[in-house]
T-cell receptor, first 119, second 111 residues
């Protein structure tokens, strides 16, 4: 299957600092990437849809000024948690949509996740 | 958003037993995906289904796209300890739309 990488895999930061997480599709181009947040023993919560070359679409209740998303190329999307606070501590996972050839089915591949701990 | 009901929520089984879990929706989907997530890692795609009635296998795993297009099933035969994890279903209404995720099934295999 296709490979999606995420960096860093974990980060510890002080309250008030900003943290940037990168998501890359390594062997396919992804015009659309997704950012999820996951709390322990819970399902994935979609935060936003990242579209290459345009503004991200945020889910209801997700602050766009808090979670900045940039999708500047077909293989890279970044999520920046601005002025992080302890309540932002979580497991953040990105995924990339592999649309394949025109008319072929779509599949979604996940990165390995980034664990954020804000002290 | 769409809600996918996944059951059971958790399972505790003996090694060697077969496992069945399912996912249902009130909407018709055109794609069903099944993932497995190990602790501290991202979900890994197991099986993708694109046609109603489709039955697809991946080793000991078999998944089916329900005829009504509102449900999907995942079976694991002869479970082994490394099958432990959380299994998620995901459905897509139509091409280009987001995938909606089920609530997950936590599987524990007792050696």
């Amino acid at each position: 299957g296709a490979v999606v990488s995420q960096h860093p895999s974990w980060v510890i930061c002080k309250s008030g600092t900003s943290v940037k997480i990168e998501c890359r599709s390594l062997d396919f181009q992804a015009t659309t990437m997704f950012w999820y947040r996951q709390f322990p023993k819970q399902s994935l919560m979609l935060m936003a849809t990242s579209n290459e070359g345009s503004k991200a679409t945020y889910e209801q209740g997700v602050e766009k000024d808090k979670f900045l998303i940039n999708h500047a190329s077909l293989t890279l999307s970044t999520l920046t948690v601005t002025s992080a606070h302890p309540e932002d501590s979580s497991f953040y996972i990105c995924s990339a949509r592999d649309s394949g050839l025109a008319g072929s089915p779509e599949t979604q591949y996940f990165g390995p996740g980034t664990r954020l701990l804000v002290l | 958003g769409q809600q996918l009901n996944q059951s059971p929520q958790s399972m505790f089984i003996q090694e060697g037993e077969d496992v069945s879990m399912n996912c249902t929706s009130s909407s018709i989907f055109n794609t069903w995906l099944w993932y497995k997530q190990d602790p501290g890692e991202g979900p890994v795609l197991l099986i993708a289904l694109y046609k109603a009635g489709e039955l697809t296998s991946n080793g000991r795993l078999t998944a089916q796209f329900g005829i009504t297009r509102k449900d999907s099933f995942l079976n694991i035969s002869a479970s082994i300890p490394s099958d432990v994890g959380i299994y998620f279903c995901a459905g897509q209404l139509s091409a280009g739309n987001q995938f909606y995720f089920g609530t997950g099934t936590s599987l524990t295999v007792i050696p």
